[in-house]
């Protein structure tokens, strides 16, 4: 390797999508994804924007905007894939290791906080929805998969449900990304495109959070209907 491309290499930054995509393109996307479904440590990479800012550039007016022109039908097959793959191997992770994987729990990178809320969105959600919905949520979509392994999900069921919330992901916020560049580069001018894309990029990981937060809706409200209708409830005993 050149000096030249190891200065190059070490200018990335790996927190900024723009960044990864000039530097990486497709590959970046892909292993991006795959580390942060997979391994443990990539709980920290920018999943959602850099998927958005993928789409854009796969657009039309992607050179305006990202300063690179990727394929659009390449990322909708290879993104999926990566992230699939990494949330396969993160299940298979935690069914060899179990519980030994967080024996540090409240070390810098596996607090308990965090794999608590893992669980939690198996005994709130059940299995098949936990591994959907936390596809949209930042640090979760990492620590669920192995915690899936230590709790027992088989491998097949895992891997159903999986390529489902992989493509949902992935494919969803690729096309909006695509969609919306035209319109976003034609509303701030492609010079002053810098300064607003990170507050859309925002907008954009908020409604990806969207199904999250009607299941929460959903949760809570038949929660709610259960206990209205359990004896002893106001209005439902006799008088």
Do not use: C
Request: avoid cysteine; aromatic fraction near 8%.
């Amino acid at each position: 390797m050149s000096a030249a491309t190891s200065t190059a290499l070490g200018a990335v930054n790996l927190l900024d999508p723009k960044s990864l995509l000039q530097a990486f393109g497709v590959v970046g996307v892909a292993a991006t994804l795959f580390a942060e479904t997979g391994l443990l440590v990539g709980f920290f990479l920018p999943g959602d924007s850099l998927l958005f800012l993928a789409g854009i550039a796969a657009s039309p007016v992607a050179r305006d905007i990202v300063g690179v022109r990727l394929s659009l039908p390449l990322l909708l097959l290879v993104a999926p894939l990566a992230a699939i793959i990494g949330a396969q191997l993160g299940h298979h992770l935690g069914a060899r290791f179990g519980r030994r994987l967080f024996a540090k729990p409240d070390s810098r990178l596996f607090k308990s906080a965090h794999v608590a809320r893992a669980e939690a969105y198996f005994d709130r959600y059940g299995p098949a929805k936990a591994v959907v919905l936390a596809r949209f949520v930042p640090v979760v979509r990492t620590l669920l998969n192995p915690v899936a392994g230590i709790l027992q999900m088989p491998f097949g069921r895992f891997l159903r449900w999986n390529i489902l919330g992989g493509l949902l992901w992935t494919d969803a916020i690729l096309l909006v990304g695509y969609l919306a560049a035209g319109t976003l580069r034609d509303a701030v001018g492609a010079q002053n495109i810098d300064r607003y894309l990170l507050p859309v990029i925002a907008l954009i990981v908020l409604i990806s959070l969207m199904p999250l937060l009607v299941e929460v809706v959903r949760h809570r409200r038949g929660r709610r209907a259960a206990e209205g209708t359990e004896p002893g409830a106001v209005g439902g005993g006799h008088r």
